[in-house]
């Protein structure tokens, strides 16, 4: 099972923060792996993906009809890391790194989206927490409510974001 942890905010500039999250899954490296770099899998947690996953490889990841976050791969350990450039409309481009490592059994799944404007970062915290839940809640082949389970954290998260 899941071990659930909140992700951790912190300021980067007067402007600027990043909500980092760790959470370890009872599954191989090879399984994450592939639900988070594989746009068949990404679909079932994330959104529609499009992606070439090499350096510099260009993709999206699309959440609705309007809402499409533009990606472009920045660092990539086959396996092991990819980070990306992130875009989206209305807000600076920032920088998502997911990494995976060994934890007992499991794996460790590290995912730390920094450079978000300080107004977006209560938005984003909360929802990689609910698309982390979702990641789950996929691999285990159970229905997830993101939207019920975003609106559920959001306070918390505003309230850490607030303490910053």
């Known amino acids: 099972m899941l071990a659930q942890t909140f992700g951790r905010l912190r300021a980067e500039t007067d402007d600027r923060r990043a909500v980092r999250f760790e959470r370890v899954y009872d599954y ?3 399984e994450l792996w ?3 770099t594989e746009p068949e899998q990404i679909r079932g947690w994330l959104g ?3 992606l070439e996953l090499e350096e510099d ?3 999206a ?3 609705s009809e309007t809402e499409i976050a533009r990606l472009r791969v920045r660092r990539l350990e086959r396996g092991r890391l990819v980070e990306y450039e992130w875009t989206y409309p209305g807000e600076p481009v920032s920088v998502l790194l997911l990494e995976l490592e060994p934890h007992g059994e499991g794996t460790l799944l590290t995912l730390d989206h920094r450079r978000l404007a300080a107004g977006d970062v ?6 990689w927490h609910s698309h982390l839940d979702a990641l789950e809640h996929v691999l285990a082949g159970r229905s997830h409510n993101w939207q ?4 559920e954290l959001e306070p918390s998260y505003s309230e850490l974001a607030a303490a910053l």
Do not use: L
Not at 122 to 127: E, H, L, P, Q
């Open 28 to 30: 191989r490296r090879e």
């Open 48 to 50: 529609e993906a499009e």
């Open 57 to 59: 490889g260009e993709g």
């Open 34 to 36: 592939a639900a988070i």
């Open 122 to 127: 209560v938005a984003y915290s909360a929802g």
């Open 61 to 63: 990841i699309r959440f």
């Open 148 to 151: 019920a389970r975003f609106d």
